[in-house]
């Protein structure tokens, strides 16, 4: 692969210097042969920034060869008779291979400085994805732990309603528990490439009702009508529940309004669209929410910046799209539309037919 690329820089820089040359050779009497040494100098150069050590060190020989042949006289020889030109053309060759040296250095510390300052940003990153993880953890830690001792101590005292409220506690912090650990997980296999689906014939209705009823049992802002003209899909049912439950999380974490869940299919494309009554995000920051770790400045704590991303690399593996999209009309709010490509079948409307 690296000496296939080197191969390639040989002939495109082969090429450079030609178009450099023909034009020179053309008004060489006008130009004189010095002038063109420093045209030819700075068209290495200037290929020294992108081109790899071996291809630019023949390149910058080639150029001296060139000049020579073509432009020092006599003409069409490897001659020299000036001394003066002897001088000029050495100083021209040693130049030319010193400046590819620089050059190659100064692309190895930018690359080193760019590799640091990645590093860095890196360590950053993770250390607010652990400081909003512990959070995030401590929070249905605490519930879980605070409900069961209460339970355990007033056990006898603790009406049927105040026990039932409890327990109702101690699922609904088990259930975010389960999804951050969930998370942290699937990041890592998305990341090895170790994610498969398990494609099934799948009613995305049931599908998304589960999703409520498991994770948002007494949520009143989730707006979801059954598509009664929905076909049998054929995609991992999995997938589009934790798909479904990371952006509903999203979008209920940074909206205090209603949050509206549309599906359908056409064309064989399975669509499903989660929006909310929020106040949208900057433009510029719509492609960047499905980044790893990725959260908006002078936001709420909370969440940690993993939601979207395994979104993104779930929509991935089923070989489909995600995108995020302002609403203007009738009221602001963002919309998250997901996208994949299903096979379908249509046998459980002939079944209720």
């Known amino acids: 692969m690296k000496q296939t690329n080197s191969v390639k820089q040989l002939v495109s820089g082969g090429l450079i210097l030609m178009l450099v040359c ?17 045209l030819l100098l700075m068209t290495v150069s200037i290929m020294a920034m992108t081109f790899e050590i071996i291809p630019i060190l023949v390149l910058a020989a080639l150029s001296a060869l ?8 006599p003409l069409f020889t490897f001659h020299i008779s000036s001394p003066e030109d002897i ?25 080193k400085n760019q590799e640091q300052a990645q590093k860095e940003r890196t360590l950053i990153l993770y250390s607010t994805f652990f400081n909003s993880l512990s959070h995030e ?40 528990l389960h999804l951050q650990v969930n998370n942290i997980l699937n990041v890592s296999r998305l990341e090895s490439g170790l994610l498969a689906p398990k494609m099934e014939w799948c009613d995305v209705n049931d599908i998304i009702q589960s999703a409520l009823q498991n994770h948002f049992p007494n949520q009143n802002r989730i707006e979801f009508h059954v598509n009664e003209h929905l076909p049998l899909c054929q995609t991992d049912a999995g997938l589009w ?12 974490l940074y909206t205090s309004g209603a949050v509206w869940i549309d599906v359908w299919v056409e064309n064989n494309q399975l669509t499903l669209t989660i929006t909310d009554e929020g106040s949208g995000i900057p433009e510029e920051h719509l492609t960047s929410v499905f980044e790893k770790f990725y959260r908006l400045s002078h936001t709420q ?15 991935e593996v ?35 037919e």
């Open 318 to 352: 089923l070989q489909g799209a995600v995108k995020a999209e302002n609403r203007k009309v009738p009221s602001r709010g963002l919309q998250v539309t997901l996208q994949i490509p299903v096979a379908t079948n249509y046998v459980n409307q002939l079944k209720n």
């Open 66 to 73: 060139v000049w020579n042949f073509f432009f020092i006289p």
């Open 22 to 38: 023909l034009p020179c050779f053309i008004f060489r009497d006008v130009l004189g042969h010095r002038v063109v040494a420093l």
């Open 241 to 252: 529940e934790q798909i479904i439950l990371n952006v509903l999380k999203n979008a209920l």
């Open 87 to 111: 001088l000029l053309f050495t100083m021209y060759f040693i130049i030319a291979m010193v400046n590819v040296v620089f050059m190659r250095r100064i692309r190895r510390m930018e690359q």
């Open 301 to 315: 704590t909370g969440g940690t910046g993993l939601g979207l991303s395994i979104v993104k690399g779930y929509i």
């Open 137 to 176: 953890l401590r929070t249905p830690i605490a519930t879980i732990i605070g409900s069961a001792e209460t339970l355990q101590s007033f056990k006898t005292k603790l009406a049927e309603k105040e026990e039932s409220e409890l327990l109702q506690q101690i699922e609904s912090a088990g259930h975010q």
